[in-house]
Structures are given as C-alpha cells and as structure tokens.
C-alpha cells in the first residue's frame, strides 16, 4: 500500500500478473482507434476490430467480450447497438470505455447483465483488469453451480494465542499426508488482517481479496491458481497479504465467494477463523463441517471456550456442535492449573481432544517455515493432532453409515 492508503501503480501490476492471461480470449473491440490495445493491456487476445454495425449481428461464436470506444463511435447508433445486445438471450459482458460517456449511452449499457465503464484517461493496467474482471464475471455467471463434495473443517481460538493457527495448520497437513490425490486440501486463513499462517508456513501469502472491493462476482475459479500458495504436492494455503484495514476492505460476499469456490476445487477445506465475529463468521460456521474451538487449559481460556461454544450453539441449532480442543497441555504443571476432569467440569462438556505442549517443535517450525509434522515429527504435538483428525474422520464415517441405514 502506498502512503495514502491506496495501492501503487506497482502494486496493481503485480496484481495483474498474477491473474489470468487473456491468450485465446476473443475480444470484439468497437472503435477505430483500438488496434494498438491488441499489442499492449490486451496482448494474448484475439482481437476483432469492428464499426458498430459488428453489434447488429452479434451471437456467442463472435466474441467473448466486447470493448467499445465512445469517443470514436456515434452515439446514437451505440445506444441503438446496446440496446441490441440487451435483448440477446446472453448478452455478451461489455467494456465502455471513453472520455465522452453521455448519460444515455451509459444506462443503455446498464441494461446489459455484466458491463463496466472506464472514463478516459485511465493506465493500461487499469484496462487489462476491467477486462479480466468481466471474462471472470461472466464465466462464474456461465458455469452454474457445481455440486460441493468437499468436507469443511472450521478452527478457532478460545482466546488470542491459544493455538488455532497451530493446531489448523497440522490438522490440514495431517490431512494432506493422508491424501495422495494432488491439490486435494486447502488451508484457509480469514485472519484477513495479520493472519500467521502463512509466516508459520514460510510462504508469500497471494489472496488478494481486497483487490476486489464490492465486485465479488468477479471472482471465479480460473484464479484459485494465482491465489493459492502450494504447501505441498496435496497442500495449498489461501491466506490475504498482511493489510491492517484486511477486515474493511474485503466485504463478506468476497469471503463467501472464495470459501464457495475453495470448497468446488478441494475434497478437504480447513479455515482457520478469527475469534472476534465478522459479518461473514455465522456463514462460515454454518458451511462447516466441523468446528474446532482451541482453547489453553488455563481457567479464563477454559471459560472463554465455553461461552464460545455456547454461543455458537445458540446462533446455530441445527449446526455442527462445536469441539474443544485443549492446546498445550504440559506433562509438568507450572504453578497451578486445572487438571482435565476440572476443565472439563468449567467446560461443562468433554474435550475433544488434547495436544501436548512442546515449544521446541513449534518454535523450530515456524522459524524454519513448515508445519511441525514436516520438521518435527515425532513431537507429541504430531502425534495428538493426527489422533484428533482421525477420530474426526472416523466419526465422519460413522454419521455417514447411520444416513444410508437410515434412508
Ligand atoms: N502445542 C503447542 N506447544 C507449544 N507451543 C505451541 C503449541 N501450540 C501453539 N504454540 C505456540 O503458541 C504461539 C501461539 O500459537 P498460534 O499463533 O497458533 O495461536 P493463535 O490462537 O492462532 O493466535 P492468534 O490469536 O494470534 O491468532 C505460537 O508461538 C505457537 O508456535
Ligand atoms: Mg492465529
């Protein structure tokens, strides 16, 4: 971000380069004056430069999108042109752009499903965008909804620095050691200002949600590439570039969206949620499959834990009944602490599970960028996570038997 708040020139490029290329895309562009764009913001398209006349005729076997420069064309006939392409049964997405944009020429073209106007002058990358944006735009609208067989599992923290990163990282690396299909989990970091997933793992973290602001329909699954960092050959990690305004500026359509793409291209999704609830936290717990909450065995997290707990069962009847999961549990107390029959008594419900305490382990991965399975195996740490994801699965197939019996 540059001084003011707002991105760089730079930054903008970067976020082009990292979507997808416009190779092979066909582009109807209206306009004399559009050939040059061929060899600059739209190199790698096919380019058709056409009058308006082009319009008249239009049908999907002509184009992909369509560019059309204002100031080179009549309006009138523009207008009549749109209004043309509005009554197609699937209207191409369409790309205004000009220094002149009459106030009728503009509602004829908000007629159309999917269009934009850029105003005259804008930068080449701001071109390449609008015109990414729409293709993405209209391949979500044209791609229908597939149905998810992914299985979601939602981890937080009781209170800050329980353990939920730690504990969603091994569990997603536990997973993905379990799987030999490629690609086949995904961790999701939503700490969307400062999540640690991705500085635990030691990779650049690519999901540039905010780049999207109130367009979340924009985002289609041909980016999943670009956003998603590979952990391993099984594992990618989805995580936001540190960003102190992440929670403003990435509405809740745009984390639903992902979380709805992830789950299409992924058999396992693990999400790692802040504590704090955001306006998206209902729905996300909701899509789950599972839900972790990681808590201290100290008596304000054990507290904490269970109103939590409380919560999400108030707000979520029929959801997944949230699991405790005790994070560093010492061999040696220092000082007093609750034993586990305490905890559970405060918890008033039984823990799930519980992952010894080993410092060493997690200190060395995070320093040398890795989950602590990868660098640490035979920590307890290891070993308690991969009893925990495998009584979540056994579970998992034990409902799924009780359903067919049952039908
Ligand atoms: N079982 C464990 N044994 C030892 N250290 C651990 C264990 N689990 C987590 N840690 C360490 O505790 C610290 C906090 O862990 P982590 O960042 O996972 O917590 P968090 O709940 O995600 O925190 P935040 O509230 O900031 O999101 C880290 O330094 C991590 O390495
Ligand atoms: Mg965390």
Redesign the pocket.
Known sequence: MGPTGRRSDREFEDVIMSMPSLTGRRILAVGEGLGPVAEGPLFGAVLEIAGVERLRAFGPEVADLVLIDADSTDPEALVAALASLADLPAPPPTLLIGARLPAGLVRALLKLERSDVLEAPFKPEQLTRAVISLLASSSAAAGGAPVSTSRCWTIT?AV????????AIEVAYALAQRSRKERSVCLVDL?LADG?AAA?LGATPALRLAEFGAHAERIDASMLPAFAVPVTKQLDLLACPRDPEGFDLVPREAVLRILELTCEAYDWVVI?I??HRRPWTVDVLAGSDEVLV?SELTVPALIAARSLSEEIERRLPEGPTPRIVL??LATRMFGPAPTMAEAERALQRKAEAG?????E???AS?NLGGPIAQHRPKSR?VRDVSVLVDRLIADEKRRKAQATRAA
């Open positions: 923290g800050g620095g329980a353990g939920s990163t730690t504990v700490n640690a635990y790692d802040p504590r990681v994070n560093r992952v010894s305490s080993d410092w382990a997690a200190a995070v740490i």
